[in-house]
């Protein structure tokens, strides 16, 4: 059989293997380990994007981890996830989850199933913290288990996408 056709083949066996997911990480994330560790812990981003990794491969998907400081960079991956091959978009927006209508415009405007994630409960937290503006624009959210939510989140949107939800 043609290598073409054989790669189609094992791709239609084991439709996972086609999955990328694109992680991306906001404002401040860089820096957890350090930041607040009573708040988000003390794992590192760097040691949360080995294990997503780890997790993805045993499922037979690919993760491609990203973080940034600058809005616009967000939202140019989240704007370009579909045409760049992903299948669906994790997403930590930091402290832009309660004030960005742009990233809102961003999630909405991809076809991709986006998960809204956080380490901390936002929810438990200050005030200000409470509202998200991204939330309806994503398919869920998981929040408040620390570096775990990144995990649980790949693990949800994985799920869906093999058609193994519950
Ligand atoms: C966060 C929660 C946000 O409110 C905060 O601004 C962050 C981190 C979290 O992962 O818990 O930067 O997104």
Known sequence: MAPRAKAAKTARKSPARALRILVVSGPNLNRLGKREPHIYGSTTLSQIHTELAKRAAERGAAVDCRQSNHEGDLI???????DDGFSA???????????SYALYDAV???SLPTVELHLSNPDAREEFRRES??????????????????????????????????
């Open 76 to 82: 140019d991956w989240i704007g370009a996830a579909e």
């Open 108 to 110: 909405k405007g991809s």
């Open 89 to 99: 978009i994790l997403l930590n927006p930091g402290a832009f989850t309660h004030t």
């Open 133 to 166: 503006k991204i939330a309806p624009a994503c398919l869920g959210r998981i929040a408040g288990f620390g570096a775990a939510s990144y995990g649980l989140a790949l693990r949800a949107v994985l799920d869906r996408l093999l058609g193994e939800s519950s």
